[in-house]
């Protein structure tokens, strides 16, 4: 079907709308928060991103679009990252007062985005490394077939008159 479903079930038309559906996401939250027509209040933003990322956490977690199980799983923890942030972004209105809450909030909020940076870092090393320990084993067995094979060949087979010699003289030594 293309690249763009490389990495898509195309069994179903619902897995298949995956990137139809981010896309739509992403126009979505630009038009509520820059909606030229209509003002929108914080706390209503809020709570179109908090269904929008409900929607995508039971998206993934009941149709799992992607055809590798850890893709699945990582695109769920990082929706389930985003519904979390989206969620804590009420600490940041009118609903706390106190600005020390607020900062321990924003602090709170860091730390669960950083292991979210972490956590995809390390299994995009995880990845990234080992396609490289596989072609590195893989060109180093080839290798070494290689030599194998030209050892093979070359005691079959004398190619001069001296390897011929040095080859009776080698089995007379033995005997």
């Known amino acids: 079907m293309g690249v763009l479903y490389a990495d898509i079930k195309t069994d179903s038309i619902i897995t298949r709308s995956n990137h139809f ?13 820059f909606c030229p027509i209509v003002e929108i209040t914080l706390s209503t933003q809020i709570i179109i991103n908090l269904y929008m990322a409900l929607f ?30 989206t969620f804590s972004l009420f600490l940041f209105t009118d609903f706390i007062e106190t600005a020390e809450t607020q900062n321990t909030c924003g602090w709170l909020i860091i730390s669960v985005v950083l292991i ?38 070359d005691i079959q087979q004398p190619t001069n008159d001296k390897q011929i010699e040095n080859k009776q003289n080698s089995t007379l030594n033995i005997l």
């Open 116 to 153: 979210n940076m972490l956590v995809n870092w390390g299994l995009f090393l995880k990845e990234t490394l080992g396609k490289l320990l596989r072609s590195i084993v893989k060109r180093l067995t080839r290798k070494s077939l290689k030599i194998n094979k030209r050892k093979v060949i």
């Open 56 to 85: 995508f956490n039971i998206f993934i977690g009941n149709n799992h679009p992607y055809i590798q199980r850890n893709r699945n799983r990582t695109e769920l923890f990082n929706e389930v990252t985003i519904f979390y942030a």
């Open 21 to 33: 559906l981010q896309l739509l996401r992403r126009a979505c939250f630009v038009l509520v928060a």
